[in-house]
């Protein structure tokens, strides 16, 4: 089982350039969720998705923007990347049937703003 | 709103001592309460995870966490801390909208 697969591992990018951080689960999920993570505050929520076709703002979406076209995948577009946004980015999923589902985590893309 | 709360950003502990994580939560509904582990340049596993009913719950690698409603914590312990076991530990509450709300993460180290 692939489970949750992100795509790149890493990345530098230079201030003002764009990119696409890919994500894709295997395991049919319904709810998929963008986190950044910085040293010492935890995972804080970008965006997240309920389904295809339904995303919704997180505790900290401003310069990301999101999509969900199919079921097993869920794209984190960064259109003008800023130093802010040096980060670890980690996709996860988890089954709809309620709070106790535990999440399902990718390896993470590390990126750089520079 | 629900709130998580990690004492100790590093914890250090002796190879074979007892290995003690603290977790203190903010709920305002009956929370689930999950432990994970995230091992160098990899992303976050499952260790265990409460949901209703026994509030001793057993987890991977031989850890486990016990909830304790009226102190509002969910504590992370392992018997025997073993050299694998360093890694980052985080403790995360599911809220009303069973979005999850994390702690800030506690690094664990071992000393030979």
């Known amino acids: 089982n692939a489970g949750v697969t992100q795509t790149p591992k890493f990345r530098i990018l230079k201030i003002g350039q764009s990119m696409t951080l890919q994500c894709a689960q295997d395991?049919?999920?319904?709810?998929m969720y963008w986190y950044r993570q910085d040293p010492g505050m935890g995972l804080k929520l970008i965006y997240y998705s309920v389904g295809a076709g339904i995303t919704d703002k997180g505790e900290v979406p401003n310069g990301y923007n999101v999509s969900r076209s199919t079921t097993e995948d869920f794209p984190l577009r960064l259109e003008l990347a800023a130093p802010s946004q040096t980060s670890v980015y980690f996709c996860a999923s988890r089954s709809e049937q309620g709070g106790n589902q535990p999440q399902h985590f990718g390896d993470g893309t590390r990126l750089s703003i520079l | 709103a629900q709130s998580v709360t990690q004492l100790g950003s590093h914890v250090s502990v002796s190879e074979g001592a007892l290995v003690l994580l603290r977790c203190n939560y903010s709920?305002?509904?009956?929370?689930?309460l999950f432990w994970y582990v995230q091992y160098p340049n990899q992303g976050l596993q499952l260790l265990l995870k409460y949901t209703t009913g026994a509030t001793l719950v057993k987890g991977i690698n031989g850890f486990e966490a016990e909830f304790k409603k009226s102190e509002t914590s969910f504590h992370l312990t392992k018997p025997s801390a073993h050299m694998s076991d360093a890694a980052e530990y985080f403790c995360a509450v599911s809220d009303s909208n069973y979005q999850l709300i994390w702690g800030a993460g506690t690094k664990l180290i071992i000393k030979p």
């Open positions: 395991m049919n999920h319904n709810y």
């Open positions: 709920s305002s509904v009956p929370p689930y």
